[in-house]
């Protein structure tokens, strides 16, 4: 697809104020496309002269989104944030034109990013409230610094976050990108840009538009998010859905769908217009700034119009209140959150109690005081910090053997004090999951595949070494007599052809194993003072 492409432009921010890297795959929005090496926002004109912009440094990446009518693509580096948008070539220009003339893109950024609430001074009221915040920001200050709560759009977020229930990150961008891709509108791939679709007047605009880079990946596209009436389409939308892997969800969408255009036309108003009526600007309006009963009410309010729509629970409902409709004091609470709560903050509840509307209520306003007007950010910030980070999965190297079968290689670094049998045991249990990166990745490449909860540990080969032992005495063998032996690697013969990671084992640990195999039988004095043996 060949496109019209705004000059590369910078925004100053600092890491500090907003890190892309952190926030956007934070759980908030489902569509944003990491591209390593950079393609799109390299810099326009020769790297040479006094005036030539810095050269993109090595192992940098660039982050792409497809919005109504262009894609967005972003490079972070120690300047700021550059960006270009990327229009589809075909007429009419006015958008790319007024993008030309007035930098819509800033504007949009600005917005999305609620660029005009600083971040910095935030960070430092959490710290003061909370200094088990403080703690965890001051041991990963860079990957927690500089997340920020995103403003999105409003149907999108209701739609991603009803997507969202009983799911993880994994799927829920699988799905959400499989409905863009299948109802939206195909915008530029950052592939598709080359130096000669940039222009700066329309006198510049080529009758015909150049055909993109010779290397670009032309089969590949980003897509705007369908609009309500696309997805209103009833029985032949939920039928699609349910071909995409949306399952019982399938139904809620295009019911949700209807049900704004309807309430929308009702009111003799746009469903974009009687979604923003829900924003926390609009809604409260007429609140009293200092009465915290008006402001309380509000939010209770907001949050029943969302429940009218199918497939919107409290939880998901607070989630659109946050993300897409600017309700910065709302902390969505699941089983994760209330977790957090308990562990952390010691919360007067059982750690398996039933999340329970009104115990909902209560952690949400638990934490709502602790952390204040933003309590929704901190919120977020504290959710990512819980999230596996992808530097915890360990490196593999996945390929077809000549039987058809997927074999996966995976490099261990650990000394086990362990015998033969065990330490292979062991180490296919030090097999980390995927990321959800690396899971969409491979659920596209094979979208029939179905994840398996649980099933034998498939067959492997441990290659191990004999090491010495630390000086004490001993030479290749401990005091119980194990040989001491370095994993050195795993290989996992994984017949199913899924995604390489090793599945649930359904037998109890080893520590558990060793521990009743020392203690098979055991004595105990029944209540008439028998002695009876249990195996």
């Known amino acids: 697809m060949s496109c019209l492409a705004t000059p590369l432009r910078l925004l100053p921010v ?32 020769p790297l040479s002269g006094t005036d030539a912009p810095k050269p993109v440094a090595e192992g940098a990446e660039e982050w792409a989104f497809g919005w109504a009518d262009r894609t967005v693509v972003l490079r972070q580096d120690d300047n700021g944030i550059h960006y270009r948008a990327l229009y589809p070539s075909k007429p009419p220009h006015e958008a790319y034109l007024a993008d030309l003339e007035t930098d819509t893109t800033r504007s949009l950024l600005r917005t999305y990013f609620q660029l005009d609430t600083p971040l910095e001074p935030l960070y430092a009221d959490w710290s003061t409230r909370d200094p088990k915040f403080d703690r965890k920001i001051q041991r990963e200050k860079e990957r927690l610094g500089g997340i920020r709560v995103l403003r999105q759009n409003e149907w999108e977020t209701l739609v991603s976050f009803i997507c969202s229930a009983n799911n993880n990150i994994a799927r829920i961008t699988l799905m959400v990108n499989r409905l863009c891709a299948a109802l939206g509108d195909p915008l530029p791939h950052p592939s598709h840009f080359s130096p000669a679709s940039v222009h700066t007047s329309a006198a510049s605009i080529p009758a015909d538009p150049p055909p993109p880079p010779a290397a670009s990946q032309d089969a590949l596209s980003l897509f705007s998010f369908p609009p309500p009436k696309a997805l209103a389409q009833g029985t032949q939308t939920e039928a699609l859905l349910r071909q995409l892997g949306f399952g019982y969800r399938a139904n809620f969408i295009p019911w949700s769908a209807a049900h704004l255009l309807e309430t929308a036309a009702a009111l003799d108003i746009t469903p974009e217009a009687y979604l ?35 497939g919107v629970g409290r939880k998901v409902a607070d989630c659109i209140l946050l993300f897409g409709l600017g309700w910065s004091e709302t902390v969505p609470v699941d089983t994760h959150v209330f977790q957090i709560a308990v562990r952390d903050y010691s919360f007067p509840a ?5 999340l329970s509307p009104a115990l909902h209520d209560k952690v949400s306003e638990f934490l709502a005081d602790k952390w204040g007007p933003y309590a929704g950010w901190a919120q977020q910030i504290l959710f990512f910090a819980d999230l596996k980070s992808g530097s915890t999965t360990l490196p593999t190297k996945a390929e077809r053997t000549g039987d058809g079968t997927r074999r996966m290689t995976v490099k261990v670094e650990a000394e086990e004090e362990l015998t033969g049998s065990e330490a292979e045991e062991e180490a296919i249990e030090k097999v980390k999951k995927l990321t959800f990166e690396e899971e969409v990745a491979a659920l596209i490449a094979n979208p029939g595949t179905k994840r398996r909860r649980s099933s034998a540990t498939p067959a492997a080969k441990v290659q191990v070494e004999r090491v010495k032992a630390p000086a004490r005495g001993l030479d290749d063998e401990d005091e119980r007599g194990h040989a001491r032996l370095r994993i050195k690697e795993v290989t996992v013969d994984d017949d199913q052809g899924s995604p390489a990671t090793a599945q649930t084992r359904t037998r109890p640990p080893l520590k558990q194993r060793r521990t009743n195999s020392a203690a098979s039988v055991r004595k105990s004095r029944s209540r008439s003072g028998t002695i009876k043996e249990e195996e």
Do not use: C, V, Y
Request: proline share 6%.
């Open 276 to 310: 923003s009526s829900l924003t926390r600007k609009q809604f409260s309006r007429n609140a009293a700034a200092d009465d915290d009963d008006d402001e309380s009410r509000s939010i209770r309010a907001a949050r029943e119009k969302l429940l009218e729509f199918k």
């Open 14 to 45: 600092t890491r500090s104020e907003l890190h892309l890297a952190s926030t956007l795959p934070s759980g908030q929005s489902f569509r944003w496309h990491r591209l390593s090496p950079p393609h799109a926002t390299l810099p326009d004109g």
């Open 350 to 354: 059982a750690k398996n109690a039933n």
